[in-house]
C-alpha cells in the first residue's frame, strides 16, 4: 500500500502565496491569533498524526470493517486508540469557541486538518468530521443550558455526533419523513422513528454520541414546513454532566457496503428515546442545513483526499514499475525496461489527478475562506457578499470535486494496470471508498439542481455574478500579461459565456421547467471546470511571478506552470462537450415514454 504524505508544501502554496491567509487571519479581529508561525505549526503536527498515527490503520480499516453486537459496535483494531490520541492532542477543540473549551482558531484551518484526515484514512476521519457538523448546529441554534450541556463534550472530543435524516423510504425528500417526536410535560420529547445509512451512528470509540434528530411533532403540517429538530444522546446526561441513563435509542445493523468499511453505517432505532427541541418548531429543515452545508463541504474535501491519494500511489508506483521502452528510445538504458513514468499515457492520467487534487485544494480553501468572513468578520455587509458566495459555490465544490475525484482515483488504480485491482496495493479501496461522496450530503443530480434553480435561476444570476465578477477582474488585471497569456485570453472568453449560457437555459425554462433538470448536471461539471480554470490561472500567475524573481525552487513552481498548461489543454475543452448537451434541451430526455423504456427487457 502506498505511504501516504502530507502535501504540505503545496498547502503552504495555496494558503500562503495564492490566497494570502495571514492577512485574511489578521482582517478578522476573532482569527489575529492564527499568525503564520501558529498554523506552520498545528499543521506540522497535524501531518505527523495524520502520517504515523492514523495512515496505518486504513487498510486494517477496509479489511476488518466494524462489527455488530447487541452490545454496541466495536470498530477495527487501533481505532479507539488512535481517536483517544486525538482527544489527547486537543485536535477536536482546534476551531471551536472558547467559551465551552475550544482553540479558537477559525474553521479554514480545520478544515485543512479534516483534508489531511481525510487522505490518511477517510473512513477514520468520518467519526470526528460528523460531531463538527453537530458542534455547529448546537452553536447556531442549541440554547445556552444545552450548549453548556453537549457543546463542551462535543468540542472536547469526549463525546461524538452523528447526523439522522434519512429513512428507508425518503433519501433526498425529507418531507416524507416519518419520524414524530411527542411533547412530555417536562419539555422533553418521546422520539420514534427508524433512521437508516447514518454514518459513526454507533461505535465504541467515546463515551457517548449525540444524535442530531429530524422528526416530526403531532400537529406538525405536512411536507418539509413540519420538520423538527432535536438533539437525541445515546446516554443521557448526568446530573454531573457525565454520562447517566441509557436512552432508548440503539442501532439494529450496520450496512454492508461498497467501501468506507472503518466506518459503521447504522440503522438506528428510536423508541421513544428521550429528544430535546433545537431551534423552534417546524424549522428543523432551516437549522440542520447548518449541518448539512457543514457537511457538504466536508464531502468536497472527500473530493480532492481520493484524488491526492490517486496521484500520490499512482505517483510512486509510476516511478517505480518498469515496462517496455519509451517511444523515443530508453530512458533507463541500465534496467531492462524503463519506468512507465516516460510513457505518454501514463502522464496523462498522473496528470489529470495532481490537476484535480491541486485545483480543488486552490477551491475549497477559497471557498473556506468565505466560511471565515461569515463566521468572523465585523461587517455585516461582508458576511452577506461572502454567505452568497459560500451558497454558490458550496453545490459546485460538493458535486464536481467528488467527480473528478472518483475520476482522480480511478486513473490511480489504472496506473497500476492489474496490480490496481489487488487489494493489498491499496488503490482499489480509494476507489470503492470514493464512491459514496457523489451520493450523501446530496447526490450529483441534487446538488446540480440546486445550484441552476434555486442558486443561479431564482436569483436572476446574481449569485454567479459573484463569481465572474471576480474572474473578469483577474482577467482584467492580468490581460497584456505574456507570462500567461495562454491562460487569461480562454479564462475571459469562458467567463462571458457563462452568464450567456445560464441566460439562454434561464430562458428556455421559461417555456419548459424541465429544461433545468435536463441541463443542470452539465452546467455544474462546466461550472466546476471554469471555476478550476479560474484558480489554475492564478496558480499560474503566482508561479510565473516567483520564477521570474528568482527562487530555489525552480522546479516546484515550473510545475505548477506545466500542470496549469496542461489542464487548459487537456481538461478544459470538456467544456465545449457539456455545452452542446446542456443546450440540446430536454426533448432527447422527456420524449421517450415508460413504456418505450421496456421493449427488448
Given amino acids: 500500500m502506498p505511504d501516504y504524505k502530507a502535501p504540505l508544501r503545496d498547502i503552504q502554496f495555496v494558503r500562503n502565496e495564492l490566497l494570502d491567509y495571514a492577512t485574511h487571519y489578521q482582517s478578522l479581529p476573532a482569527c489575529t491569533e492564527a499568525t503564520p508561525d501558529v498554523v506552520e505549526a498545528i499543521l506540522e503536527e497535524g501531518a505527523k498524526f495524520c502520517e504515523q498515527v492514523i495512515a496505518p490503520l486504513n487498510r486494517i480499516g477496509d479489511s476488518q ?24 492532542g486537543g485536535w477536536p477543540s482546534l476551531a471551536h469557541d472558547v467559551e465551552h473549551g ?25 467519526y470526528p468530521g460528523l460531531s463538527h457538523g453537530a458542534m455547529n448546529t448546537l452553536s447556531a441554534h442549541g440554547t445556552d443550558e444545552q450548549k453548556h450541556t453537549y457543546l463542551t463534550k462535543l468540542v472536547s472530543g469526549e463525546w461524538t455526533g452523528t447526523m439522522c435524516l434519512t429513512e428507508s423510504h425518503c433519501g433526498t425528500d425529507l418531507g416524507l419523513l416519518r419520524t414524530r417526536a411527542e411533547p412530555q410535560a417536562d419539555g422533553s420529547y418521546r422520539v420514534t422513528g427508524t433512521k437508516i445509512f447514518i454514518s ?42 457525565g454520562v447517566g441513563e441509557r436512552n432508548a435509542v440503539s442501532c439494529g445493523s450496520i450496512e454492508h457496503k461498497m467501501g468506507i468499511h472503518g466506518n459503521a453505517t447504522c440503522v438506528m ?87 484535480f487534487a491541486e485545483g480543488c485544494r486552490a477551491m475549497v480553501y477559497f471557498t473556506a475562506k468565505q466560511v471565515d468572513i461569515v463566521k468572523y468578520s465585523p461587517s455585516e455587509e461582508q ?41 493489498e496495493w491499496g488503490m482499489e479501496q480509494n476507489v470503492r471508498d470514493s464512491r459514496i461522496s457523489m451520493l450523501y450530503e446530496g447526490t450529483t443530480g441534487v446538488q446540480a439542481l440546486d445550484l441552476l434553480g434555486r442558486k443561479v435561476l431564482q436569483t436572476q444570476g446574481e449569485a454567479l455574478k459573484g463569481f465572474t465578477r471576480i474572474v473578469h477582474k483577474f482577467c482584467q488585471a492580468n490581460e497584456g500579461n505574456p507570462q500567461i497569456g495562454e491562460f487569461v485570453t480562454p479564462l475571459a472568453k469562458l467567463n462571458r459565456e457563462w452568464g450567456e449560457l445560464t441566460m439562454k437555459i434561464g430562458m428556455a425554462a421559461m417555456k ?48 505548477k506552470l506545466r500542470t496549469a498548461r496542461f489542464y487548459f489543454q487537456r481538461i478544459l475543452p470538456r467544456t465545449r462537450a457539456h455545452v452542446e448537451a446542456m443546450l440540446s434541451g430536454a426533448d432527447n430526455l422527456m420524449a421517450m415514454s415508460e413504456e418505450e423504456f421496456l421493449p427488448g427487457l
Fill in 65 to 88: 470493517g466494524c462489527t455488530w453486537s447487541e452490545s454496541g459496535v466495536k470498530t477495527p483494531d487501533g481505532f479507539k486508540e488512535a481517536y483517544a490520541q486525538y482527544v489527547e
Fill in 383 to 423: 458576511r452577506e457578499r461572502a454567505d452568497a458566495m459560500l451558497a454558490f459555490l458550496t453545490p459546485i465544490a460538493k458535486a464536481f470535486m467528488t467527480e473528478v475525484g472518483f475520476e482522480s482515483a480511478n486513473l490511480g488504480l489504472q496506473i497500476y494496470g492489474g496490480h490496481g485491482y489487488i487489494a
Fill in 512 to 559: 419548459n421547467p424541465e429544461e433545468v433538470g435536463a441541463a443542470s448536471v452539465d452546467y455544474l461539471m462546466y461550472s466546476g471546470y471554469v471555476c478550476l480554470a479560474y484558480f489554475w490561472a492564478d496558480m499560474a500567475r503566482v508561479a510565473a511571478e516567483k520564477l521570474a524573481a528568482g527562487t530555489t525552487e525552480t522546479a516546484f513552481y515550473t510545475a
Fill in 200 to 241: 459513526a451512528g454507533e461505535h465504541d470509540m467515546a463515551d457517548n454520541i449525540v444524535h442530531i434528530v429530524l422528526a416530526r411533532l403531532p400537529d406538525a403540517p405536512a411536507g418539509t414546513k413540519g420538520i423538527s429538530l432535536f438533539i437525541v444522546p445515546k446516554f443521557l446526561p448526568g446530573t454531573d454532566g
Fill in 102 to 126: 475550544g482553540q479558537g482558531l477559525p474553521e479554514s484551518l480545520g478544515l485543512v486538518l479534516s483534508e489531511l484526515m481525510g487522505q490518511a484514512n477517510w473512513s477514520w476521519g468520518m
Fill in 269 to 355: 432505532n428510536f423508541d421513544a428515546a428521550t429528544g430535546f427541541l433545537i431551534g423552534p418548531p417546524n424549522k428543523g429543515l432551516n437549522c440542520m442545513f447548518t449541518f448539512m452545508n457543514t457537511a457538504r463541504l466536508g464531502t468536497a474535501i472527500q473530493g480532492l483526499a481520493h484524488a491526492e491519494v490517486g496521484f500520490q500511489g499512482g505517483l510512486q508506483y509510476a516511478r517505480e514499475r518498469l515496462q517496455m521502452r519509451s517511444l523515443s528510445g530508453p530512458k533507463a538504458p541500465s534496467q531492462p525496461a524503463d519506468p512507465i513514468i516516460v510513457h505518454p499515457d501514463v502522464r496523462r492520467m498522473l496528470l489529470t489527478a495532481k490537476a
